[in-house]
């Protein structure tokens, strides 16, 4: 069974930054590029970072130039750092396996407002 387990989110400014965390089953980090997902309030899930396995990066344009994912082999962790918030950003926010499995976890909260 597949594992992934969010961290990091909460409340902030906007302009503020967040870090997001997620550990990840072993077998299915090492094996597989990683992304990190978001679902802003009614509307429908979407994948906005990914990392492949060779460490190159995509970004939706929402959030290129603010956002970046990286990835820790040794931890079976991939991190999102989120700057420059902007209400728009405000999401559940999940990671998964690029593309993703259809196991998720409990996603993090993330909400900009003043």
């Known amino acids: 069974q597949v594992h992934f387990v969010e961290s990091g989110g909460g409340l902030v400014q906007p302009g503020g930054s967040l870090r997001l965390s997620c550990a990840a089953s072993?077998?299915?980090?090492?094996?597989?590029?990683m992304g990190w997902y978001r679902q802003p309030p009614g509307k429908q899930r979407g994948l906005i970072a990914r990392i492949m396995r060779d460490g190159s990066t995509n970004y939706a344009d929402s959030v290129k130039g603010r956002f970046t994912i990286s990835r820790d082999n040794a931890k079976n962790t991939v991190y999102l750092e989120m700057n420059s918030l902007k209400p728009e950003d405000t999401a559940i926010y999940y990671c998964?396996?690029?593309?993703?499995?259809?196991?998720w976890g409990q996603g993090t909260q993330v909400t900009v407002s003043s």
């Open positions: 072993g077998s299915i980090f090492s094996g597989n590029a």
């Open positions: 998964n396996a690029y593309p993703f499995f259809n196991s």
